[in-house]
């Protein structure tokens, strides 16, 4: 077989910036690759194994599936999909889901629900705000709601009547809604805006203006749902409710999932027809979505995402405090971090890769790690020897 990289190259559409690295095994924390050499995996997928590379439950229920069907058209009910929906359902704020294959689809779906909820209470209430520096996917609508301009530039003219506001900018948002909004589409922690939080603040005047406006706020959880916060979704550790979340990432374990969940206010508007998918809600996605979502909810699992996040951001403050030159701000929650290091980004990811470690950046200067949320007391320790030596030789 010819190098895997001129293959890859030869066969494979450029869209992606390749590691030079052929990984052929994942267990836990840890990938390997064609060499026998192990990795920490920092960002896990970029946040969809949240429980880790190669976990047998996960394994057994996509079997189990694979077993009896592993495709039924939407025309059928399936049992895997139905347990997976009654779990989202029973433990949000939802009514309904509606079952997609990718985080930009559900947000296509969120985007179509929201206008038709508009235009059921008057015809020109069509205007979705989103805001700069946020990101919800790659197809047109999830592109034109995405607030940066660098993905969007050369595919313009985008969907109309999206506009965006600054984030956690109160003021500004009292200026750019009316009755004309249909929705206000926001990431309660902007992933590749470089890790940063919603304010409390902001939410509350969000959630006031909601109810003058009679406009709904969907939150894309995609990155943060799923336990990635510390919470099952970023949403319930603000201590609001939104009117629509979306989801993807880790909802699968590792296979191609989406999800858009609506309150039940909502769960009306779409009438058979008005949207579908072909492979949306698939049976073994939606196996495996089941194991994920039962783990999560075991009694002390989220509790102890967060006594190791807590650990974690404890030692990288003290880190901070020694490098300051280097270390110029942290940012983020549970297991999303973000380090804004600067113009030492590139080179603090390629001396990571050759001490075993595999880290993720994101607008440019700040490094964003998202471990599994299994990711052990002593695997934090590992990461943090060698982020600590990386720093000791800048």
Request: proline share 2%; with cysteine; charged share 25%.
């Amino acid at each position: 077989m010819e190098n895997i990289f001129l293959e890859d190259k030869r066969y494979i559409l450029n869209t992606y910036r390749r590691m030079d690295l052929n990984l052929v095994k994942g267990q836990g924390s840890f990938l390997w690759d064609d060499q026998g050499r192990r990795y920490l995996d920092m960002f896990s997928g970029i946040a969809v194994n949240n429980l880790g590379h190669g976990n047998k439950e996960i394994k057994e229920a996509i079997n189990e599936q694979l077993e009896k069907y592993n495709h039924l058209s939407n025309f059928f009910v399936s049992e895997s999909v139905v347990n997976l929906a009654k779990l989202l359902v029973e433990n949000s704020f939802g009514s309904k889901v509606f079952f997609c294959n990718s985080g930009t689809e559900a947000n296509e779906a969120a985007l179509k629900l929201a206008r038709k909820y508009g235009k059921s209470i008057r015809e020109d209430k069509t205007e979705v705000l989103t805001f700069y520096n946020s990101f919800h996917g790659r197809t047109y609508g999830g592109l034109s709601l995405t607030g940066q301009e660098k993905y969007k530039q050369s595919f313009q003219p985008s969907v109309p009547g999206i506009n965006h506001i600054k984030f956690n900018d109160c003021q500004d948002l009292k200026n750019k809604v009316s009755d004309k909004t249909c929705a206000v589409f926001l990431e309660l922690v902007q992933g590749e805006g470089g890790i940063k939080e919603v304010s409390n603040e902001f939410i509350r005047d969000l959630v006031n203006l909601s109810k003058e406006y009679k406009f709904l706020i969907i939150v894309d959880e995609i990155q943060t749902g799923l336990g990635r916060t510390g919470d099952l979704f970023a949403y319930q550790g603000l201590g609001f409710t939104p009117h629509i979340i979306t989801l993807a990432k880790a909802l699968g374990g590792g296979l191609p999932l989406g999800a858009m969940v609506v309150g039940q206010e909502l769960e009306n508007v779409f009438q058979p027809g008005d949207h579908g998918s072909t492979f949306g809600g698939n049976p073994v996605a939606c196996a495996a979505g089941v194991v994920v979502l039962s783990k999560l909810l075991e009694k002390e699992f989220l509790k102890e995402v967060k006594r190791k996040s807590s650990y974690l951001l404890g030692e990288l403050i003290k880190l901070r405090d020694r490098f300051p030159q280097i270390i110029l701000d942290i940012r983020g929650k549970g297991m999303i971090i973000g380090l804004e290091v600067g113009d030492y980004a590139d080179k603090i990811k390629q001396r990571a890769l050759e001490k075993g470690v595999l880290l993720n950046i994101t607008s440019g200067t700040v490094l964003r790690l998202l471990p599994p949320l299994t990711i052990t007391y002593e695997e934090i320790d590992l990461f943090l020897r060698v982020f600590s030596s990386i720093l000791e030789e800048l």
